[in-house]
């Protein structure tokens, strides 16, 4: 606890692994602005570039923070074959990945990231903001936002980047002011692209799919239980 918060599991200014490894139940706690990355965080804030994030066959699940509850970096990332999961944000709460400066796109791969919240209009699940990224056979749900808008709850791009989708779904990904749950499974500014085949995405807010998205499909998904 602080007037900044940084990781409230593990923080690293430099190259992180994560293998077969669970971080829950951390918190990084200041203000909503100054605490980020309740799980982990990887680089400094302000998008100041980070090292290389890793995360295989991994959970990371109900950490809490001000900004990222789950996973918060600013490098080069691939997570692979890992869950994120039950992550509260007070903005985004699952995973946010920013950066000005990194060499490749960003990879997520065989991977889950759902049942997180964010309690502003930011990204339930997924943020990702001034990189390109790959999403290959993952599945973004029943990750929520709160607001009258809809900004992309599952996943919202926040640059005019490619984010290339292979064999995912997104769906079941809510934001909701009060008047009830609106549907907001994926969401982007101007500029911003998808590419990629195979994929399932209940409804777009704002962007346009690759052809041969199947849409408006309920893929029958239930929440994670704890089996």
């Not at 339930?124 to 009258?148: L, P, R, W």
Request: glycine share 16%; no cysteine; proline share 3%.
């Amino acid at each position: 606890t602080g007037s900044y918060t940084y990781g409230g599991g593990v923080y690293s200014d430099g190259t992180l692994l994560v293998e077969s490894s669970t971080i829950s139940g951390n918190t990084a706690t200041s203000t909503a602005a100054n605490s980020i990355g309740g799980g982990v965080q990887v680089g400094s804030p302000f998008h100041t570039f980070g090292g290389l994030t890793l995360v295989k066959y991994s959970t990371i699940s109900n950490n809490a923070a001000g900004i990222a509850g789950g996973l918060y970096t600013t490098g080069d990332v691939t997570i692979e074959n890992t869950t994120i999961s039950g992550n509260q944000g007070a903005f985004i709460g699952g995973l946010a990945m920013l950066a000005d400066n990194v060499s490749t796109p960003w990879n997520i791969i065989s991977s889950t990231i759902s049942g997180n919240d964010s309690s502003s209009n930011i990204a339930g699940g997924i943020y990702s903001k001034q990189n390109a990224a790959t999403i290959e056979n993952s599945t973004i749900a029943f990750n929520t936002a709160h607001s009258s808008a809809k900004y992309g709850a599952g996943l919202a791009i926040r640059g005019a980047d490619a984010v290339d989708l292979e064999s995912t779904i997104i769906s079941n990904n809510t934001t909701d002011e009060g008047s009830g749950p609106l549907t907001d499974d994926l969401g982007g500014v101007s500029g911003a692209t998808l590419t990629g085949a195979n994929n399932l995405v209940y409804f777009p807010s704002s962007l346009v799919t690759p052809g041969g998205t199947i849409l408006l499909t309920d893929p029958l998904l239930a929440p994670l239980a704890g089996n």
